[in-house]
């Protein structure tokens, strides 16, 4: 039977940390390229769902254990990852305590999500559709 | 670099037409394993946006263009296709017209979304979701 080739597919988070003041959430230093921070997320397995995916990536990445509010949106852009073309579920949860990093992780930091640093690949768009979520509670809108 | 293996990504189609009466959606009958009614959809090819697959395919398979309304949900319980993990993106979509079939189906039905037939893969809960998307606008729920 015809199993075509397709792009790959990862889960990403936004964590907000319910035990803090004002919009904090997690993001981490990439120790991998490309540099910089990022939300945190990776790869699908074959045979696990995005929900546990996405748990389990919260889980390596940060330590902390999350609970899934919401999928923000499925991210696409062929162009969004350099490395080839990576389609992204994004996933709000809800998390609390301290984040520690992962093996993966060069390191990791609580930022307010109104005023994060610069981000790798399309995380700067993600939060600024999140942002747009925090203040009407619409999805992601769709594109391209 | 390392580039897992990851599941197949798909997309489907809710596909309301707004120029009938009531909720009346499009069903394609299949050609190929499993057989029975479905909702329109494939795969999506390496440098294709999801919004971009869901068009192609909606074109493909019922001959019409449509436009795409919201993300209902993901669907990615490994055992949802038979054939091999495939974590399916589903849109609710607008159109209008005739639908007919494309050369994948062995036929093509417009119903109404609260009466469909039986429905190949786990698309009853995907048209499940979409009834209560219609009723209280919300998204598909999370799971697994």
Redesign the interface.
């Known amino acids: ?1 015809n ?8 889960v990403d988070l936004i964590i907000e940390l319910t035990d803090r003041t004002g919009s904090q959430i997690v993001l981490i230093q990439r120790r ?2 490309p540099p910089g921070w990022a939300l945190p997320g990776g ?10 995916a996405a748990r389990r990536e919260a889980l390596e990445e940060t330590g902390l254990q999350v609970q ?1 509010k ?2 923000l ?2 991210y ?3 162009a969004r990852d350099s ?3 990576t ?1 992204s ?1 994004v ?1 709000v949860a809800e998390s609390r305590g301290q984040p520690r990093a992962g093996d993966d992780a060069a390191g990791i930091g609580v930022f307010d999500a109104l005023a994060p640093p610069q981000l790798a690949f399309d995380h700067a768009l993600i939060l600024s559709d999140y942002r747009r979520y925090r203040e009407t509670g619409m ?2 809108p ?3």
């Open positions: 039977m199993r075509p080739k397709t792009p790959s597919l990862a991998n390229p790869f699908v397995d074959v045979g696990e769902t995005l929900e546990a899934l919401v999928l949106g499925c696409s852009d062929p490395r080839g073309h389609v579920a996933y999805p992601a769709l594109r391209g």
